[in-house]
């Protein structure tokens, strides 16, 4: 019984690998081609981030240039405008009271709370046309660098293959890098960290420590906290590599560290000079300043919260004292655990890139993969030290993360069953499904467009661009408001903005408001409505 059991089994193996599977010869030649061109290894950097743009371009009859809708988007693309015009910052605004919103400082500057990375790559891209043409360009550069990082770590045709697939998983279809959160920004800088982090190892050159500083400069510019969390380990580890490898002087980390520091300084310098724009303190960051003006709730899970604050306005209170404070006395620790692992396994691995991950003990194996086991590790505790868990905030760990894919992709490859190359065929089907899936997702962009409720806001705001003049519309919410779905949000150059937007506060007297842009058309538009009803100011009915 045994003997037939067995012989059932390696007849199913073959059956898998070969019948089943009837386009493997011509996988192989195309694989084989694909190898030799991989080991030109600039080219193939160069090409796979033009593959990711023309990608991108392509499927914009399906899927448009997306529109802000998120609190975080309108603020980073306050930033990206007011670098654009050459500042950090911008003065505040004598009727500040009506323009506050949602993670903006209104004093003592008027600027985004955000790091200032994101914002200086929307501004190249503002100053091109659109703030979306740097995320675009962010998104390809995300894709050289990883695969530039994998050429480090594993053979040029598998540093090839997870260039493919991080452009497939995150560049074109997934809503967290595809949009003015630009998350591809930081996973640059953890791939740029890595990447110089093995090729120091191997050889010690000024140009890798560059690149390292360069990529920590990044993190700190996009990501502080989980930059800082991510980077420590892997200095450490750095040090000890090189100590104990070097049997001269202490040459091999000078040459390296050397760069790698000079480059530090000056980027926590310009962070220096930053926050004084903004806060007006070097040591402050805008966030910092944010969350004590606005908040008095925990940011990290081992801290109590204080008393409710009192807002100006009944979106400020739904959003800061009930919806911000839900965590902390709701959700239990389990709970958190695994709510954080739930968003991130469903923006970064999905069930197509876990598969790999089943070679974990082969990976631990792995010597040269036991420092990124270990900065998974340690980022994991970081992220999840946080009370809220967005999916950018492991977008630098997520370097880390397509390395052990990708290796586990090689030990899988080699995984035989009863004999047979299980592996081949596995590894093959993954790639395969994964052109499919990008296919299938493509089909449901356009017979599903991606539509939000900023639709509706951005309709308002061209039906005014339209009309002659310059214009401020008071924004009237009802009762029952979706606090996530905020309207007021304005330029750098609020003064000089064709369309300026205000808050109608239940009891806050607008002649004020109405004084000072008296050269202005006034309108009310009611948000809530559906469609929202946008009407002259003297003809709207009272609140």
């Known amino acids: 019984m045994s003997v037939l059991f067995d012989s059932f089994v390696a007849g199913l193996t073959t059956g898998i690998c070969t019948a089943a599977f009837p386009g493997q010869r011509w996988l192989a030649q195309f694989e084989r081609a694909a190898a030799r061109f991989s080991r030109r290894k600039t080219a193939t950097v160069l090409c796979l981030g033009l593959v990711s743009i023309l990608s991108r371009l392509a499927l914009l009859p399906v899927l448009p240039v997306p529109l802000p809708a998120i609190h975080d988007e309108f603020s980073y693309l306050l930033a990206a405008d007011t670098f654009a015009h050459g500042r950090l910052a911008n003065p505040p605004h004598p009727m500040w009271v009506f323009f506050d919103t949602f993670h903006v400082l209104q004093h003592p500057t008027y600027a985004s709370k955000y790091p200032p990375g994101p914002g200086a790559v929307m501004a190249l891209g503002e100053r091109l046309g659109d703030p979306w043409i740097g995320v675009l360009l962010s998104m390809a550069g995300m894709v050289m660098a990883v695969t530039w990082m994998l050429q480090s770590w594993v053979p040029p045709p598998w540093a090839a293959l997870g260039g493919v697939l991080v452009l497939l998983r995150l560049g074109l279809f997934n809503r967290w890098f595809d949009n003015y959160y630009d ?76 760069p790698a520091l000079l480059m530090l300084v000056a980027g926590l310098t310009f962070l220096a000079c930053y926050n004084v724009s903004v806060t007006k303190n070097a040591l402050e960051f805008p966030w910092a300043l944010y969350h004590r003006q606005y908040f008095n709730y925990s940011v990290f899970v081992w801290q109590k919260p204080g008393p409710p604050l009192k807002y100006s306005n009944p979106q400020f209170e739904e959003f800061f004292n009930h919806y911000q404070r839900g965590p902390d006395s709701k959700v239990s620790w389990k709970w958190h655990v695994w709510g954080t692992f739930w968003v991130w396994w469903s923006a970064y691995p999905g069930p197509l890139l876990t598969i790999p991950l089943l070679m974990a003990a082969r990976l631990w194996q792995d010597r040269r993969m036991r420092v990124l086991l270990l900065v998974c590790g340690i980022s994991a505790l970081g992220l999840l030290s946080v009370v809220w868990f967005q999916p950018p905030y492991a977008a630098p760990v997520a370097a880390a993360f397509f390395i052990l894919v990708v290796q586990g992709m090689r030990h899988l490859r080699h995984a035989r069953l009863w004999g047979r190359p299980v592996g081949v065929f596995l590894t093959r089907m993954m790639v395969i499904l994964a052109l499919a899936w990008a296919i299938v997702q493509t089909v449901h962009a356009s017979r599903y467009p991606r539509l939000t409720w900023s639709s509706r806001r951005a309709a308002v705001s061209a039906t005014l661009g339209e009309k002659p003049g310059q214009h401020l519309v008071l924004v009237r919410y009802s009762p029952s408001h979706n606090v996530h779905q905020e309207w007021v949000y304005n330029e750098a150059e609020i003064d000089r903005a064709r369309v300026v937007w205000a808050r109608d506060m239940p009891g806050v007297d607008l002649n004020p408001l109405l004084a000072y842009f008296k050269d202005r058309d006034v309108w009310v538009v009611d948000a809530d409505l559906s469609p929202p009803h946008l009407e002259p100011y003297r003809k709207a009915t009272a609140p």
């Open 183 to 258: 998350a591809s920004l930081p996973l640059i800088g953890g791939a740029l960290v890595l990447g110089a982090f093995r090729r120091i190892l191997n050889s010690q050159r000024a140009l890798d420590g560059l690149l390292f500083g360069m990529g920590a400069v990044v993190l700190a510019c996009t990501r502080t906290f989980e930059g800082f969390v991510f980077c420590l380990p892997i200095v450490i580890a750095l040090a000890v590599s090189l100590k104990r490898k070097s049997n001269r002087s202490a040459r091999s980390l000078l040459v390296p560290g050397v």
